[in-house]
């Protein structure tokens, strides 16, 4: 029987740029567009040639025209300072407005670079739109990045102007920006015309004289920008720089009008919230997913979105997240697995759950991560709703693939990240660019051209987006993930390519085997790396983070899951070792560093990830894995 998802999709595949023009209809524009899609030059395809546009008009200023302004359009939660403020559509436009007059006041104009270095606070997103306003382009950093990271992506943007805040808060400890920004601009060549300041009273900063102005009283002394700048479809909205690279930086750009188009088809038909719900993308606005799912996409649509300045663990306990899906009447949340395994591990037996009014709430969505099937039951099971898998990148801006719950959804399979999306091309092929069969695992890639709102280009990059994504498969973009389709065209994300091992000549998922582990009872967590073997080129050793309270002996954790994996994938992956740890080191955005893992198994060298939460955690793996006879010798 045909879905509503098999008819939208094979509308999107026969005629692309009809059913794509179709869906433009719900954004607004001052121009129409020419071209729906200009094919003229490949592999630099462009959406609505043409058209004109403005986001941030599309995501404030058409609601307050139409009858909205005194819906809430964001609610600021900061367990980390106590404070909880929600901003009507009308007061968000009018802070945005002044916040551009500011911005405008100090020089920028459209096209200029404007790089933001602040947490999840309401000025970071007030400061993205009033760039969008402005026609000016944004490039968001994640608060806390190291010095270096952050020079080499002010060296890369030219941005005129830096906003940053005083200081970013965690549990137990504040962060001060200042020394960082300072020995950013040592390091950077380019130098911005000024910088403005938002002092946060958990740690303020002594600002530079010659440099940095105080955001506060520019903002009292600032005329609004009441209409918004006209561009082109095709211009930058803003800069995204990809986490964990060497050397120049990747800066995946996002254009005006195809990013508009698709975000808002995005909310409605995958997620299945209406104008007016309450929609959490429970992430930060420095990663991908915070500039989709926290700003751009719930306002196209005419939401409530949530900006929370927490952890789903430790502000205060395992229960934060239902407290705010109680307080706030949620109903969809977006977050990454990790985020689930941390509660889990917490409050295993969901008792916080219990404690919080839920009726609200509707679905539960993942991505980040590949969400093992363990953690999907546990979610399903205590909270009683459809806990839906999906999978993008920072590169595509949306769901690659996804289980479309506004179009009625479809069956569910647990660890698959379910069937592509409008646009998109899906197949598996091996390294000679072949097709594989069904069920065998190879490299994920999307046949071009990509759809509405993924990267048309790495900024000033042509030639580094043709080497790091169309190289290795012509016609074809690499996801660098790897999984596999099944016989009724599921797909299933393994892992990436990276981690894919070859253990005496077989290729198996690390994926895979974290399945088996994440099954056992007395795990919370898990990670499987591939390791250097004189016999076998490579053998799988796991690192296990047990559920809180159990007191079992970790042999015996150890010897039960070795078994498993044995029973489940069977002698050839020639798993027989782990070791348990307290953690696993993850970047801020909740990724296992895999590959980091890996070298310091292997006695490799490497650098600490600029995106890592804790570079403590790495200690503590280089011992646990020493007691197992991997890393350093000494």
């Known amino acids: 029987m045909r879905s509503a998802y098999d008819d939208v999709y094979a509308r999107s595949i026969a005629d692309p740029k009809a059913f794509w023009a179709d869906v433009a209809s719900g954004v607004d524009w001052y121009k129409p567009w020419d071209t729906v899609l200009d094919d003229r030059r ?5 959406w609505f040639v043409g058209g004109q546009i403005n986001t941030c008009f599309n995501a404030v200023d058409r609601h307050v025209d139409r009858g909205r302004g005194e819906q809430t359009a964001l609610i600021y939660d900061s367990p980390v300072t106590g404070t909880t403020h929600s901003f009507t559509y009308r007061e968000l436009r009018d802070q945005i407005a002044r916040f551009a007059g500011v911005l405008r006041a100090v020089g920028v104009a459209k096209g200029d670079r404007v790089l933001i270095f602040m947490p999840n606070v309401p000025e970071a997103v007030i400061s993205m739109l009033a760039c969008a306003r402005l026609g000016a382009v944004h490039s968001v950093v994640f608060g806390g990045f190291a010095a270096k990271e952050l020079a080499v992506r002010i060296d890369d943007a030219t941005p005129k102007v830096i906003v940053w805040a005083s200081c970013g808060i965690e549990p137990g400890r504040v962060i001060p920006y200042k020394p960082l920004l300072d020995g950013a601009l040592e390091l950077a060549s380019h130098q ?25 009283t520019l903002m009292r002394d600032a005329q609004p920008v009441n209409e918004c700048v006209a561009v082109a479809a095709t211009d930058p909205l803003y800069i995204l720089y990809t986490s964990g690279t060497t050397g120049r930086p990747k800066g995946v750009v996002r254009d005006n009008g195809g990013h508009a188009v698709a975000l808002t088809w995005s909310m409605r038909s995958i997620y299945g919230v209406e104008p007016g719900d309450v929609y959490w993308a429970a992430s930060d606005v420095g990663w991908v997913v915070g500039h989709s799912y926290i700003v751009y996409a719930p306002l196209f649509h005419g939401c409530t979105t949530v900006l929370y300045e927490g952890k789903p663990i430790g502000t205060p306990d395992a229960g934060a997240f239902w407290r705010v899906i109680s307080q706030h009447r949620v109903k969809v949340l977006f977050t990454a697995p990790t985020a689930f395994r941390a509660i889990k591990r917490a409050d295993p037996r969901g008792e916080f759950i219990v404690t919080y009014d839920l009726s609200s709430f509707k679905a539960l969505f993942l991505a ?17 709703v459809p806990v839906l898998d999906h999978w993008w990148q920072t590169e595509t801006g949306w769901a690659i693939c996804a289980n479309p719950l506004g179009l009625g959804g479809l069956p569910v399979k647990y660890g698959s990240a379910t069937k592509p999306m409008p646009g998109y091309v899906v197949k598996v092929l091996d390294s000679d660019g072949r097709e594989v069969n069904r069920g065998d695992i190879g490299n ?23 080497q790091a994504y169309l190289s290795d498969f012509p016609g074809w973009y690499k996801t660098a993930d790897a999984g596999f389709e099944d016989e009724e065209g599921y797909f299933w994300i393994m892992t990436r390519t990276d981690d894919i091992i070859n253990v005496a000549g077989h290729r198996l998922s690390t994926g895979a085997m974290e399945e088996v582990l994440a099954s056992h009872p007395d795990v919370a967590e898990c990670a499987v790396v591939g390791v250097q073997d004189t016999l076998k080129g490579q053998v799988p050793f796991g690192l296990l983070v047990l559920k809180a309270g159990v007191t079992r002996e970790t042999s015996d954790v150890i010897a039960e899951v070795v078994a498993l994996v044995r029973e489940r994938v069977g002698p050839v992956a020639a798993f027989k070792q782990a070791a348990v740890v307290d953690r696993l080191p993850k970047t801020r955005s909740g990724k296992v560093l895999r590959g980091t893992i890996r070298s310091i198994a292997d006695a490799q060298p490497y650098s600490v990830p600029a995106t890592i939460d804790d570079p403590v955690i790495l200690d503590e793996i280089r011992d646990a894995l020493a007691r197992c006879g991997y890393g350093p010798r000494t």
């Open 444 to 466: 994920v890639v999307v046949k071009l051209p990509l759809p509405p709102s993924c990267l048309p280009t790495l900024w000033n990059n042509d030639e580094g987006y043709k």
């Open 368 to 384: 980040g991560e590949r969400a093992d099937p363990d953690t999907i039951h546990w979610a399903e099971q205590r909270l009683g």
């Open 42 to 46: 490949p592999p630099f395809y462009r």
């Open 192 to 216: 911005p015309e000024c910088c403005v300041v938002l002092q946060r009273p958990a740690g303020e900063a002594t600002p530079e004289p010659r440099r940095d102005r105080d955001w506060q």
